[in-house]
């Protein structure tokens, strides 16, 4: 992280001496741009350097939310800096201005372009590995200027082809819709964390991982839930057992799962798990073979999926309601 606000240090500077050589709406825009990167790569050092931090008594489910704040002031940020792109590129429109040293410019801003491509690769890797929002929402910010950049090349190479001097400022408008966009879906991402929205593509990875180790004991899940903050994963649900199962043979399903878990995510999981003694109705969803307790033969077991386990009651009432995975 420190590497990237460095780079985007130098890139800022880079991309203002073009502006200043060519004076083009369109350069400004993307030099503007430069500078939300470089504030945001400070915030984002910062909030990784602090969700890093070991949970504590004031903060027990560790400080990984931080993260989201950044997202979201990276995206606001980059709402702000279309805005002035919007007020830089209607001048150019409405009374365009030629566009000296055109060609130096080129050559500086293609140069400028690679480097942030490499560097956005480079943090989006990095923020997927350790999954940490800041640095992803980082470099997809990055590469999102590079995409700014190239707008910008292709524009100022047309100008230099035409002398419609006009199409600066349409470019530097174009580019500022395209990062207003990118900033609000930030913004969304921002929220979505904070306010603990649904991850469904993780639901169905632990509905799934639950399904594979299925066991006959497991009567039924209910109640999953997941979120995530920072490189931390909670997971909870409700875990009904056979009520004639031991103690220790409970603690031992559950510490069975709670090793599944680790073993696909890694240490930096939590999962609680309540458990649940079973009653008589689920009796026909129970594959528990032997036990002395039944009231109801089996009637067919239900597909383990992200609604069946996501459902807020056991399923013990309607055997209608969900799909069947065998009869």
Not at 90 to 99: A, G, T, V
């Amino acid at each position: 992280m420190t590497g990237s606000l460095l780079v985007g240090l130098m890139l800022m500077a880079a991309k203002f001496y073009v502006y200043r050589l060519t004076h083009s709406s369109a350069v400004l825009s993307d030099a503007l741009e430069s500078i939300i990167n470089v504030i945001a790569s400070g915030f984002a050092l910062g909030s990784v350097i602090f969700s890093a931090k070991p949970p504590d008594t004031g903060h027990p489910y560790g400080h990984g939310k931080i993260e989201y704040f950044s997202a979201g002031f990276e995206g606001a940020l980059i709402i702000l800096a279309a805005f002035g792109i919007f007020r830089t590129a209607w001048p150019q429109i409405l009374h365009p201005h030629p566009l000296p040293h055109l060609e130096l410019g080129l050559v500086l801003l293609l140069g400028t372009s690679a480097a942030n491509l490499i560097l956005g690769i480079v943090l989006v890797r990095v923020g997927k590995k350790t999954v940490s929002l800041a640095v992803l929402a980082d470099g997809r910010h990055v590469l999102t200027d590079v995409i700014t950049s190239i707008g910008v090349l292709a524009g100022l190479l047309l100008v230099r082809l035409t002398g419609w001097y006009w199409m600066d400022g349409a470019v530097a408008a174009v580019l500022g819709l395209h990062i207003l966009v990118s900033g609000g879906r930030l913004v969304k991402t921002s929220f979505s964390g904070l306010m603990d929205a649904a991850d469904l593509s993780l639901l169905d990875e632990i509905a799934a991982l639950i399904a594979r180790h299925r066991k006959e004991t497991w009567i039924d899940v209910h109640r999953l839930r997941a979120w995530r903050a920072g490189e931390r994963l909670f997971v909870d649900f409700h875990l009904i057992l056979p009520r004639n199962l031991p103690l220790h043979a409970a603690h031992t399903e559950v510490k069975a799962l709670e090793g599944i878990f680790r073993e696909r995510f890694g240490a930096m999981v939590e999962v609680m798990i309540h458990v649940d003694p079973c009653s008589d109705p689920q009796c026909q969803v129970c594959a528990e073979s032997g036990c002395g307790l039944r009231k109801h033969p089996t009637h067919h077991q239900y597909l383990w999926d992200r609604n069946f386990l996501t459902a807020e009651f056991p399923h013990d009432q309607d055997t209608t309601d969900h799909h069947p995975r065998d009869s």
